[in-house]
């Protein structure tokens, strides 16, 4: 059972820095230049150097291991090092992860990065290929033999028991869709720059696994992203605003796997990002009502409706009428579906450039804003805050 009292990481920690690669579908160098890339970009946004540093946290999933990234990055010795199971679900879980350290002394400036050529190499979206006989295999064996073989697969399961439970149809996925792309229309960092859609072009896209679209999955990316993690006191002597840490955490929910979890009571919901929002919120203090931005993870735009209701910023089976109405400010970067994919990483930054009031789709001087990692895993949530 998850805990049942407010933690005590909240405003402990603070991000200094954010650095990225262009992102691409062929970014032309290997997984670890690209990381070594975003990671000097971060410091140097920082204004730190990589003799600063004495922690690197990133994805399980990540081929570049963090002894062979601090030796390329010019990081000498490291007294904390960490990684992050479940894929996606572990973006905002590497800098709780980086909090943790830095808060507890075990050191002084991390660094958070993910790296891949996810788009001209390893193709996520293409499913299941080989797996090493594991526990994790067998979880999954119970489902591909009935041709349930690729991501989109595994959600459109859920996407299409939400709109049977709230007599939906897929349209309702459409206002996720045009909502990123509008923003991402508007970033010169993103890969769909000057690129919006209609929700006419969402009804038209092809059918990828109904109730799924093309327009309803995100895209393929190669590219990096790396934060600076340090201790608020240090971060206010830096260049740039920081952005706190106001809560974070992890959560997985009963029944749990990764991306099947077909066998629990219900499909209409995302119960590990409900163990998320029962501990960002206790931790913070802070309600819905109290968050400025949401940058939602978005690798299938049914997933965002459902974070939304798993939050409480509105009730099951009315979060296609909450972003129609545009009530939130919500991934304004252009998500996963209209920048770029890294695994949730650039979505973190984004909430980062919100704070700082950098964005090139600023919201104001927005105080608090949301993120969150990967669903339909264990996965992991930020609140961040402005300073002061």
Not at 158 to 175: C, E, M, S, V, W
Not at 228 to 255: D, F, M, W
Request: charged residues 15%; negative net charge; proline residues 5%.
């Amino acid at each position: 059972m998850s805990i049942h009292r407010a933690d005590s990481l909240g405003g402990r920690a603070a991000i200094a820095g954010i650095g990225a690669t262009e992102f691409s579908k062929d970014s032309g160098r290997s997984e670890l230049k690209l990381a070594v890339e975003a990671v000097r970009a971060a410091l140097d946004d920082a204004g730190l150097t990589p003799a600063d540093v004495d922690g690197m946290v990133t994805f399980t999933m990540d081929t570049n291991p963090e002894i062979t990234v601090a030796q390329a990055a010019g990081i000498g010795e490291l007294s904390f090092f960490s990684r992050v199971h479940y894929g996606g679900g572990a973006a905002c879980a590497t800098v709780q992860q980086a909090a943790l350290a830095v808060a507890t002394g075990l050191a002084e400036v991390v660094v958070c990065y993910r790296a891949f050529n996810e788009r001209s190499v390893r193709r996520f979206g293409s499913g299941v290929q080989q797996r090493e006989p594991s526990a994790e295999g067998a979880a999954l064996g119970w489902n591909l033999p009935f041709g349930l073989l690729t991501p989109a697969s595994w959600v459109a399961m859920a996407a299409q028991r939400y709109l049977h439970t709230y007599g939906l149809t897929p349209d309702a996925f459409g206002h996720v869709a045009v909502t990123d792309r509008r923003h991402a229309a508007t970033n010169p960092a993103a890969y769909f720059h000057r690129r919006p859609i209609t929700l006419a072009d969402h009804a038209a896209s092809r059918w990828i696994v109904e109730p799924l679209r093309l327009l309803d999955c995100c895209q393929e990316t190669d590219g990096a992203q790396a934060i600076v993690v340090t201790s608020p006191e240090r971060a206010r002597t830096l260049p740039n605003p920081p952005a706190l840490i106001t809560a974070a955490a992890q959560g997985a929910g009963r029944a749990q796997e990764q991306m099947t979890s077909f066998y629990r009571d219900g499909l209409a919901g995302l119960p590990e990002m409900q163990v998320v929002a029962r501990q960002l919120w206790r931790t913070s203090g802070l309600t819905p009502a109290d968050i400025d931005v949401a940058i939602l993870y978005d690798h299938f735009t049914p997933f965002v409706l459902m974070q939304l209701e798993e939050f409480g910023f509105c009730a099951p089976g009315e979060a296609a009428d909450f972003v129609a109405a545009d009530a939130l400010p919500l991934n304004t970067h252009g998500g996963q579906l209209g920048e770029a994919y890294l695994h949730g990483m650039n979505g973190i930054a984004e909430a980062v450039r919100q704070l700082r009031g950098t964005s090139v789709n600023q919201t104001g001087t927005p105080a608090h804003v949301l993120v969150t990692a990967g669903t339909g895993v264990p996965t992991s949530g930020l609140v961040l805050g402005a300073d002061g």
